[in-house]
């Protein structure tokens, strides 16, 4: 065999090898976890608009951009009924809310953390 023809060969099936491990890797948890750890920085996120929680408002802690809600179960982060505090994506989030109120909100990790960047009071 030429040496041409052996090289021929041999990119071929280099080519070959890189594309089906890719095709092999698009599926792996590990490329959904650096996924879900660029979500974490900020990146946007579909199931986060999608999903909302109905809680009743605590607490609101005006001067730390907290609200503590007794809310229903949150499946997405596999959280029971609880009652606990959340930062609020906007401190302009927590105008008009008082203890008492009948809210709908959405959470989304930020940096690692569960924040509420959706909220809506219930009549």
Do not use: Q
Not at 11 to 32: F, K, N
Not at 74 to 103: C, H, K, N, Q, W
């Amino acid at each position: 065999m030429k040496i041409s023809a052996m090289t021929s060969a041999m990119t071929s099936a280099t080519t070959s090898a890189i594309v089906g491990i890719l095709l092999a890797l698009s599926g792996t948890p590990a490329l959904a976890a650096s996924h879900d750890h660029a979500h974490e920085h900020g990146a946007p996120a579909a199931a986060a608009s999608d999903e909302f929680i109905d809680a009743e408002v605590r607490a609101v802690d005006r001067d730390n951009g907290k609200l503590t809600l007794k809310h229903g179960p949150i499946p997405r982060y596999e959280m029971a009924a609880m009652t606990m505090a959340f930062r609020v994506a906007d401190p302009a989030m927590l105008s008009g809310l008082a203890a008492g109120d009948r809210v709908r909100f959405t959470l989304d990790k930020v940096n690692g953390r569960l924040v509420i960047v959706r909220i809506a009071k219930v009549p």
